[in-house]
């Protein structure tokens, strides 16, 4: 019976301690992805439009403003702001 | 008469006549496909587990599953499918290659992932903390299943189901002990079918009215995050990889699980140029899968193994692990609100546990009958994704651990 409440006692711990630290790895990956795309692949997104101020621009305009732009130059390009004329 | 006689012994009528219990499984089956069809609990597992609890006890039919031992050669040899097949029939020839062999959990798993948004959880990473501390019920309800006469493996069957994941549940159990699958099956889905009622039933007995009323869009406002997402499709995509590497260094175990989940989520983040990938995965393959694993499920519960006082006890317990999951989340939250300015609201914790997404949309209703305006679904599916990946990281503790 003692054998049994140890064995019980280190799963919960053993158990425990991974499933946080397992976790804890997904916070600190999850962060380290953020900050990394955050830095080098600042792509516009185009779901926050109306924070924006374009959210005049329908959303198939604007998948169609961000793929021209992406292609023309190749991936490196950003856009900031879209004004209609 | 001799004409009669003959016809009658070419029926199940004398057999079933001659075993009470088998009449009992059929009516459990038959209470089962009610739960399904007219009740809607879960009726995709529900209805394919419940007629395979009928056909595998009618006598005669050849379809209920055979221990183990039965198919065992010397020299830890096996019987070879064709052999499982032609002796004890096509149930014994699916149980034996798609569910022994821990097959069709994962596969399971991969739709479940190209289904799952990991987007609430990304940008709500705080809260995935939450996902680990409703794994308690999962190690906590070990103690009460071994002074109840559980052995070690049997008990960590048991403790999975308070991770309210049907595969991983299915997965440890295949693996630690396959003679409960049957009995934990049920109670892993019946529990996650009544969410709607213990959730609630947990939180108003741990949660304040003053804890109901913090509202999440209020403390945002307050304390903003410190940073946003630029670019959350290539989030999206890098995320599976490098957690798929770094969960298979850490807890090699809970792979198969939560590999398969990663990959689903993977194909389907890429977008256009998997998406036939995608749609096989939570279509036609997962579907095929789940008819399987039911039907399968449904017939290891023969009169002889399920009409068992374990079955009691994986019943009872299987709830305990399920409510101190609830209350074990609810619990983090409260602690991590005593140091923290920016306060959570505790259903939040309340739904680490996986059952997604329908812990997140009764803890959402929850908040709402208490503040209208209090809108929880994107933060507890943070702490609800999160508690898919504890489950399977569970699970593979108690692989490693137990097995």
Partial sequence: MEEGFNQALILLGVGMLTVFSVLLFVVLIGNGIIFFTNRFFPEFETTNNKHNGNSDIDSTKMAAIVAAVKKVSGGKGRIVKINRK | ?403
């Avoid at chain 2, 012994?9 to 006549?17: C, F, Q, V």
């Avoid at chain 2, 040899?77 to 097949?85: G, K």
């Avoid at chain 2, 259903?347 to 929880?376: C, F």
């Fill in chain 2, 1 to 403: 008469m001799e004409v009669f006689k003959q016809l009658y012994d070419m029926t199940a009528l004398g057999p079933i006549g001659d075993n009470p219990g088998v009449l009992l499984m059929i009516v459990i089956g038959a209470l089962l496909l009610y739960l399904g069809i007219v009740k809607k609990y879960e009726p995709l597992l529900l209805v394919p587990i419940g007629f395979g609890v009928i056909l595998a006890n009618l006598p005669g039919g050849n379809m209920g599953v055979v221990a183990a031992e039965m198919v065992e050669l010397p020299d830890h040899r096996y019987l070879n499918l064709f052999e499982i097949a032609s002796e004890y029939g096509i149930m014994n020839f699916i149980y034996y290659s798609l569910i022994k062999t821990g097959f069709l959990p994962p596969i399971i798993f991969m739709g479940v992932g190209a289904l799952t948004d990991f987007g609430p959880m990304l940008r709500n990473l705080r809260l995935a903390f939450f996902g680990a501390a409703a794994q308690i019920g999962i190690f906590g309800v070990f103690f009460g299943a071994m002074a109840l006469g559980f052995t070690p493996k049997e008990a960590g069957s048991l403790g999975i189901i308070g991770g309210a994941d049907g595969p991983t549940a299915i997965y440890t159990t295949i693996m630690l002990a396959p003679h409960l699958l049957g009995p934990i099956a049920i109670a892993a889905y019946s529990y996650m079918a009544l969410v709607p009622v213990i959730v609630p039933l947990v939180a108003n007995r741990f949660i304040s009215k003053k804890e109901f009323g913090i509202h999440m869009k209020k403390q945002d406002k307050l304390y903003p995050p410190k940073y946003k997402i630029k670019n959350i499709k290539a989030v999206k995509i890098i995320f599976p990889i490098v957690l798929g590497v770094v969960v298979a260094i850490l807890v090699p175990s809970s792979v198969p699980l939560l590999g398969m989940l990663l990959f689903g989520n993977l194909i389907k983040e890429i977008g256009t140029a998997t998406q036939r990938l995608s749609d096989a995965a939570t279509g036609p393959i997962m579907n095929t899968a789940t008819i399987f694993l039911g039907l399968s499920v449904g017939a290891t519960m023969t009169a002889e193994v399920f009409l068992d006082l374990k079955t009691l006890g994986i019943i009872v317990g299987g709830f305990l692990a399920f409510a101190i999951s609830i209350a074990g989340g609810i619990t983090a939250v409260k602690v991590y609100n005593l140091f923290s300015k920016k306060k959570i609201n505790p259903l939040i914790g309340a739904t680490g546990l996986s059952a997604v997404p329908m812990a997140s949309r009764v803890a959402n209703e929850l908040g709402l009958k208490h503040d209208g305006s209090n809108h929880l679904l994107q933060y507890c599916m943070a702490s609800n994704i999160s508690g898919v990946i504890g489950s399977a990281v569970a699970a593979g503790v108690l692989i490693s651990l137990l097995g």
